[in-house]
Nanobody
Framework: DVQLQASGGGLVQAGGSLRLSCAAS????????MGWFRQAPNKGREFVAA????????YYAESVEGRFTISRANAKNTIYLQMSNLKPEDTAVYYC??????????????????WGQGTQVTVSS
């Protein structure tokens, strides 16, 4: 079975930082593209960041560009999301996802087959 375990969320003041982790099992992680999405209360799930299997290409939502960094450690089957200069509008449940095919748009939720359980990030003003 494929499992994606997200962790690292918490409560932080505006301007602070957090690092999220997503540990994967049951997939050929080193060959898998991976992504982060988030869902705020009463809103749909939105794209945050994604990385190709090699880590050479990354994508970011405009709202987090320059503040968030996605990275991966293939030896640990883990991706990370380093979040800096956090804002109250970053408050959401953050999910990691993995598609099971190539040649798809990594910024689209529908491209992902597997999802983690989510980790809550709350940014206070």
């Amino acid at each position: 079975d494929v499992q994606l375990q997200a962790s690292g969320g918490g409560l932080v003041q505006a301007g602070g930082s957090l690092r999220l982790s997503c540990a994967a099992s049951g997939i050929m992680f080193r060959y898998n593209h991976m992504g982060w999405f988030r869902q705020a209360p009463n809103k749909g799930r939105e794209f945050v960041a994604a990385t190709t299997w090699s880590g050479r290409i990354t994508y970011y939502a405009e709202s987090v560009e320059g503040r968030f960094t996605i990275s991966r450690a293939n030896a640990k089957n883990t991706i990370y999301l380093q979040m800096s200069n956090l804002k109250p509008e970053d408050t959401a449940v953050y999910y990691c996802g993995a598609p099971d095919v190539y040649g798809i748009d990594l910024m689209q939720e529908a491209s992902y087959t597997f999802w983690g359980q989510g980790t809550q990030v709350t940014v206070s003003s």
